[in-house]
């Protein structure tokens, strides 16, 4: 039984939805990208392990903000991405974003906006 929300694909629910979410990137600290329904954190620095820490807090600082706004943030659909040098990126052993108690999968590539 859905309590709020707009049905999927009505022509109200993207402005909706934006009016929502609009003070989201209060939440959080480091740049938050939002369009539609895609969202992206983006965090920099030259240290990995320092940016994977980073990153699992502002992940779970914004999982808290939209849990308090009713809102969910689908872990299967979230994934981490590294970029800087090849030689750097090849040197990396690992890089592990948290939320809570789940690893978000790491990956070469990501699609955002439709785009990969």
């Known amino acids: 039984i859905v309590s709020c929300g707009v049905p999927q694909g009505s022509i109200l629910?993207?402005?909706?939805?934006?009016?929502?979410?609009?003070?989201?990137?209060?939440?959080?600290?480091?740049?938050?990208?939002?369009?539609a329904d895609d969202s992206a954190l983006i965090v920099s620095g030259s240290d990995p392990q320092a940016i994977a820490s980073l990153l699992s807090k502002e992940l779970e600082s914004c999982r808290k903000w939209l849990m308090d706004n009713k809102l969910s943030l689908h872990l299967g659909k979230t994934e981490s991405i590294l970029f800087g040098p090849k030689k750097k990126l090849n040197k990396v052993e690992s890089f592990e974003v948290k939320c809570g108690n789940e690893t978000i999968k790491h990956?070469?590539?990501v699609k955002y906006l439709g785009l990969q």
């Open 13 to 35: 629910g993207p402005l909706l939805f934006l009016c929502y979410v609009n003070d989201m990137p209060i939440s959080v600290k480091c740049k938050l990208l939002l369009y």
């Open 107 to 109: 990956v070469k590539s």
